[in-house]
T-cell receptor, first 112, second 114 residues
Framework: EPEVTQTPSHQVTQMGQEVILRCVPI?????FYWYRQILGQKVEFLVS????????KSEIFDDQFSVERPDGSNFTLKIRSTKLEDSAMYFC??????????FGEGSWLTVV | DAKTTQPPSMDCAEGRAANLPCNHS???????VYWYRQIHSQGPQYIIH???NNETNEMASLIITEDRKSSTLILPHATLRDTAVYYC???????????????FGTGTRLTVIP
């Protein structure tokens, strides 16, 4: 069964450093999303991306976050200057039509 | 915020049907009911969704009441691997404002007991 692939599975970074999380979507999927889950809390929407632009973003997705699809396949989330409170599991998700959304297994980010 | 209410936890005996209820009394006519589950902090897994008709797939059945104010997810023969947090999510259709945002509440923690 096709799946969304995320790398790295776990990253530890120092506060203030830049982090890039990568996602390989399911083939032929055109809608891309990032969600995050702080330990013990709910899964939260960050951003959606379609047709090479952001279609929707939450208030969590501030100027330190950015997304892009640099090579037409990978979908990346960049955190420019990480803070302690950015420590969370980050889930990439994709959809073929914008209806059913399929999630990856997540990238666990620890900021120290 | 989440528009659904679910019991925080439930137990089910292995091999029996697990019936997970969800209240969504403020659901609008253009909103779908989606069910996802999350096994031990893995990525949320899509289960099933519906608008007003009952739906069935290889994983589960979804029963939506006629007034659409509540629904029940049925796992017909629960196994130990079905132990997870189950999320009932109300979501507008594609193309409408908020369609991208799956609001995950706290869900129901289902424990399947041997």
């Amino acid at each position: 069964e096709p799946e969304v692939t995320q790398t790295p599975s776990h990253q530890v970074t120092q506060m203030g450093q830049e982090v890039i999380l990568r996602c390989v979507p399911i083939s032929n999927h055109l809608y891309f999303y990032w969600y995050r889950q702080i330990l013990g809390q709910k899964v939260e929407f960050l951003v959606s991306f379609y047709n090479n632009e952001i279609s929707e973003k939450s208030e969590i997705f501030d100027d330190q976050f950015s997304v892009e699809r640099p090579d037409g396949s990978n979908f990346t989330l960049k955190i420019r200057s990480t803070k302690l409170e950015d420590s969370a599991m980050y889930f990439c998700a994709t959809s073929s039509s914008g209806n059913t959304i399929y999630f990856g297994e997540g990238s666990w980010l620890t900021v120290v | 915020d989440a528009k659904t209410t679910q019991p925080p936890s439930m137990d089910c005996a292995e091999g029996r049907a697990a019936n997970l209820p969800c209240n969504h009394s403020t659901i609008s006519g253009n909103e779908y009911v989606y069910w996802y589950r999350q096994i031990h902090s893995q990525g949320p897994q899509y289960i099933i969704h519906g608008l007003k008709n009952n739906e069935t797939n290889e994983m589960a059945s979804l029963i939506i009441t006629e007034d659409r104010k509540s629904s029940t997810l049925i796992l017909p023969h629960a196994t130990l691997r079905d132990t997870a947090v189950y999320y009932c999510i109300v979501r507008v259709g594609k193309g409408q404002t908020g369609a991208n945002n799956l609001f995950f509440g706290t869900g129901t923690r289902l424990t399947v007991i041997p």
